[in-house]
């Protein structure tokens, strides 16, 4: 019995923790641009945005986060834009198989945890806008 309590209050420790660190990013959207805020120490960050009518655009950031800016995208058509956000922290996590990779003194006994995230937001006559908040989807039936 006490075994399996510390194992839900380790779970529980490592969720809480996993939740601290997602909360420390936050989308920012304005209506020019997509940035986030925090995430100072992440490295090789990817965003990719895609939307109506094959739009599809990527920003990097080889330290920090990337900044989406409507400036420049291209013609932007009205409607619903996708973005994933993908980066490496700067938390060690310890490999646990040994193989010889091959790299001699070179290898490294850890990798870097991945963070990712993912959203939505709308433009409307090229200004990009929130996502609407209890926004329905297809299927919104009112009875």
Do not use: W
Not at 22 to 43: D, N
Not at 121 to 132: A, D, N, T
Request: proline share 4%.
């Amino acid at each position: 019995m006490k075994s399996r309590i510390v194992g839900v209050l380790c779970t529980a420790a490592f969720c809480l923790a996993g939740a601290a660190q997602a909360a420390e990013i936050e989308a920012r959207i304005q209506s020019g641009s997509l940035s986030f805020t925090g995430g100072h120490t992440y490295t090789n960050a990817k965003l990719q945005i895609i939307g109506p009518q094959g739009f599809e655009k990527e920003e990097e950031a080889l330290r920090g986060m990337p900044t989406f800016r409507v400036q420049g995208a291209g013609r932007m058509v009205d409607g619903l834009y996708q973005y994933s956000l993908v980066a490496a922290s700067d938390e060690k996590v310890p490999l646990e198989n040994n193989l010889d990779n091959g790299r001699g003194a070179n290898a490294q006994n850890f990798a870097y945890k991945p963070f990712s995230m993912y959203g939505t937001f709308r433009v409307e006559k090229g200004v990009i806008l929130p996502p609407e908040k209890g926004a329905g989807g297809a299927d919104t039936d009112s009875e």
